[in-house]
Nanobody, 129 residues
Framework: DVQLQASGGGLVQAGESLTLSCKAS????????IGWFRQIPGKEREGVAC????????YYGDSFKGRFTMSSDGAKNTVYLQMIDLKPEDTAVYFC??????????????????????WGQGTLVTVSS
């Protein structure tokens, strides 16, 4: 079974940084698409970033370029989401996701929630002003 254990959420003040971790198991970590989504209360889930572990390519949602950085450690089967200069509007539950990668002239991941196969349990990030 695919398991995605996200951790690292918590309460921070605006302007601070936080790094989330997601320990993955149950699939071929070295040939998969792993991502981060978030859900603000009352809103739909939005794709933050994803990576295709076979080549290390990482893609970001337009709203997340600059302050969010996704990385992965194949030796630990773990992905990370570093967030800097956090703002109150970043308050959300952050989810780790996993899906087989898409192949279309290359290998890709997608930031469309309806195309995601597996979701972790989420970790809450609260940013106070």
């Amino acid at each position: 079974d695919v398991q995605l254990q996200a951790s690292g959420g918590g309460l921070v003040q605006a302007g601070e940084s936080l790094t989330l971790s997601c320990k993955a198991s149950g699939f071929d970590f070295d040939n998969y698409a792993i991502g981060w989504f978030r859900q603000i209360p009352g809103k739909e889930r939005e794709g933050v970033a994803c990576t295709t572990t076979v080549n290390g390519n990482t893609y970001y949602g337009d709203s997340f370029k600059g302050r969010f950085t996704m990385s992965s450690d194949g030796a630990k089967n773990t992905v990370y989401l570093q967030m800097i200069d956090l703002k109150p509007e970043d308050t959300a539950v952050y989810f780790c996701t996993a899906s087989p990668p898409f192949y279309y002239g290359g290998v890709y991941c997608v930031l469309k929630s309806h195309l995601i196969k597996d979701w972790g349990q989420g970790t809450l990030v609260t940013v106070s002003s």
